[in-house]
């Protein structure tokens, strides 16, 4: 079985803000979101909306394109 996709997204965006030298609290206030709640989402344990995807990826100035490969 694949692993679960909550998971692959929520370690994808952890690298992205690690790369970009961002906190989790310094994510979520780009986000708009709090702060547990990006903590939530990296370690797979939130399922986000599209919009709080688009929210997040958008605050890491980079395309959903690079969360999700196609």
Known sequence: MSRDIRIEFGEKVRKVRKQKGLTQE??????????????QVERGKRNPSLINIHRIVK????????????
């Open 26 to 39: 310094e994510l979520a206030d780009r986000a708009g979101l709090h702060f547990t709640y990006i903590g």
């Open 59 to 70: 605050a890491l100035h980079i395309s959903i394109s690079q969360i999700f490969p196609l």
